[in-house]
T-cell receptor
Framework: SQELEQSPQSLIVQEGKNLTINCTSSKTLYGLYWYKQKYGEGLIFLMMLQKGGEEKSHEKITAKLDEKKQQSSLHITASQPSHAGIYLCGADPSGTYKYIFGTGTRLKVLA | GAVVSQHPSRVICKSGTSVKIECRSLDFQATTMFWYRQFPKKSLMLMATSNEGSKATYEQGVEKDKFLINHASLTLSTLTVTSAHPEDSSFYIC?????????????FGDGTRLSIL
């Protein structure tokens, strides 16, 4: 079965710093989703990547999917306290919308 | 705005009680909905797939008699935690597949925090 491993598990950065979160899959990805979650709340959709080498940006967040489609990175530029939360990568291994999720990365941004 | 509504957002009840959680798709019909469970500081784990008009399919290790799923209409799926015990305390999230949303095919509810005393 396919597994998603995220790194780092947790991250504390000073406001204004850049940071990167990685998501590595044990198998080729046919679609990779990034979500943000505040503790005890639902998921906020950030981006979907499907093609090898694809890169998408939204405000200060950029996500990339590597050419081999086994690794994705999420980069936040000039982080703000509002970026704090849990970042989850997700995938749909069987194409049936049964998502699997990565282990999660907890981000704290210090003001 | 939200396209999937989950209710209640929080519930606290005594051990032995059965608790029902509702998941509604607001803007679209969802023949398939999913139920996830999240343990503290852990990722989401798929529990079951809810199919409109037919039985739910459960992931390995999930007790179907403990977690009853009903998908009686194209916009509503319910998860009932029967005879809940403290170990059932968790965060439960539903999602619904909307085929017309190509950029974001799955929409998630805001989750339900279940606490069993």
């Amino acid at each position: 079965s396919q597994e998603l491993e995220q790194s780092p598990q947790s991250l504390i950065v000073q406001e204004g710093k850049n940071l990167t979160i990685n998501c590595t899959s044990s198998k080729t990805l046919y679609g990779l989703y990034w979500y943000k979650q505040k503790y005890g709340e639902g998921l906020i959709f950030l981006m979907m990547l499907q093609k090898g080498g694809e890169e998408k940006s939204h405000e200060k967040i950029t996500a990339k999917l590597d050419e081999k489609k086994q690794q994705s990175s999420l980069h936040i530029t000039a982080s703000q306290p509002s970026h704090a939360g849990i970042y989850l990568c997700g995938a749909d291994p069987s194409g049936t919308y049964k998502y699997i999720f990565g282990t999660g990365t907890r981000l704290k941004v210090l003001a | 705005g939200a396209v999937v509504s989950q209710h209640p957002s929080r519930v606290i009840c005594k051990s032995g009680t059965s608790v029902k959680i509702e998941c509604r798709s607001l803007d679209f019909q969802a023949t398939t909905m999913f139920w996830y469970r999240q343990f503290p500081k852990k990722s989401l784990m798929l529990m079951a797939t809810s199919n409109e008009g037919s039985k739910a399919t459960y992931e390995q290790g999930v007790e179907k008699d403990k977690f009853l799923i009903n998908h009686a209409s194209l916009t509503l799926s319910t998860l009932t935690v029967t005879s809940a015990h403290p170990e059932d305390s968790s965060f439960y999230i539903c999602s619904a597949y909307g085929q017309h949303y190509s950029n974001q095919p799955q929409h998630f509810g805001d989750g339900t925090r279940l606490s069993i005393l």
